[in-house]
């Protein structure tokens, strides 16, 4: 059973930083992808895809992140981050991290999300 908590979260001025961690159980960080979502509306569960990494470390990112965010994973320690700087306020959301097991096509694992605040 597959178990993704993600204390941290917090509120900062634009321009800050902030690290989210989410450790895992049940996933196994060289074989199965992990991710970072937020919500995209204050309503709905609607998710953007912010960062992910894969059993090989390689990352991908949205354009709103880009150069920004950085997405790294322990794999001894089975957590993983992102490392968010010069934040902006639309980068407000709840964030949540989901782990894709190996051989599916889809993120079906979730944390219970983690409030970012960034004030202007």
């Known amino acids: 059973q597959v178990q993704l908590v993600e204390p941290g979260g917090g509120s900062v001025q634009a321009g800050g930083s902030l690290r989210l961690s989410c450790a895992a159980s049940?996933?196994?960080?060289?074989?199965?992808?992990m991710g970072w979502f937020r919500q995209v509306a204050v309503a709905g569960d609607e998710r953007e895809q912010v960062a992910t990494i894969n059993r090989f470390n390689m990352t991908r990112y949205a354009d709103s992140v880009k150069g920004r965010f950085t997405i790294s994973k322990d794999n001894a320690k089975n957590i993983v981050f992102l490392q968010m700087t010069n934040l902006k306020p639309e980068d407000s959301s709840m964030y949540y991290c989901a782990a894709r097991k190996f051989g599916e096509s889809t993120y079906a694992d979730w944390g219970q999300g983690t409030q970012v605040t960034v004030s202007s």
């Open positions: 049940g996933v196994t960080f060289t074989r199965d992808a």
